[in-house]
């Protein structure tokens, strides 16, 4: 069985990857969601302009017309400067890749407390994850996706509360 202090390791490590699993999934949820808004925005004002100029809408609702058109350029540069939906595809594929080496971290914690497991190995493979784990959240920095403190702090309570469930701590 491993020392204590391996041990330990590898629990922190489980904890900050299971935080950061649960970070991106939300972060990444958030992004399409916005995404998804900002197209609905720019359907619906290229709706109301249409209806406009083939003349659906009574003479006295010409201002629509400017309206709309105001809208659309509004929303299109929206959804230009702040890119929801390569960020959501970013953010999507490193979430999957974060619950992969989670999931990696769990059966590395489980031989943790195999009789058969000696610390040096272990000590290799969480080298290996954790390596994984900076290169793949790393992509968000190198994209200038910012962190949010919010759903940072949302989700490590919440990867604490699933380990304490899993692991009855």
């Known amino acids: 069985?491993?020392?204590?202090?391996?041990?330990?390791?590898?629990?922190?490590?489980?904890?900050?990857?299971?935080?950061?699993?649960?970070?991106?999934?939300?972060?990444?949820?958030?992004?399409?969601?916005?995404?998804l808004s900002i197209r609905g925005?720019?359907?619906?004002?290229?709706?109301?302009?249409?209806?406009?100029?083939?003349g659906?809408?009574?003479?006295?609702?010409?201002?629509?017309?400017?309206?709309?058109?105001?809208?659309?350029?509004?929303?299109?540069?929206?959804?230009?400067?702040?890119?929801?939906?390569?960020?959501?595809?970013?953010l999507s594929l490193i979430a999957l890749e974060c619950l992969k080496i989670e999931?990696?971290?769990?059966?590395?914690?489980?031989?943790?407390?195999?009789?058969?497991c000696g610390d040096d190995e272990l000590r290799v493979q969480s080298q290996r994850l954790g390596d994984r784990l900076l290169d793949i959240t790393g992509k968000a920095i190198d994209q200038g996706i910012t962190e949010k403190e919010r759903l940072n702090e949302e989700a490590e309570q919440m990867a604490i509360r699933l380990l304490e469930q899993r692991y009855s701590v």
């Open 1 to 35: 069985m491993a020392s204590e202090e391996t041990r330990r390791e590898i629990w922190f490590q489980l904890a900050e990857t299971g935080r950061l699993a649960r970070y991106y999934v939300s972060y990444r949820d958030s992004t399409q969601k916005k995404h």
């Open 56 to 90: 659906l809408f009574p003479e006295t609702w010409v201002v629509m017309q400017p309206i709309a058109a105001i809208a659309i350029a509004v929303v299109v540069v929206i959804d230009f400067t702040f890119n929801f939906g390569d960020k959501a595809k970013l």
């Open 41 to 54: 925005l720019l359907l619906f004002a290229s709706l109301l302009g249409t209806a406009s100029l083939t």
């Open 103 to 116: 999931n990696d971290c769990h059966r590395l914690w489980l031989d943790a407390n195999a009789a058969e």
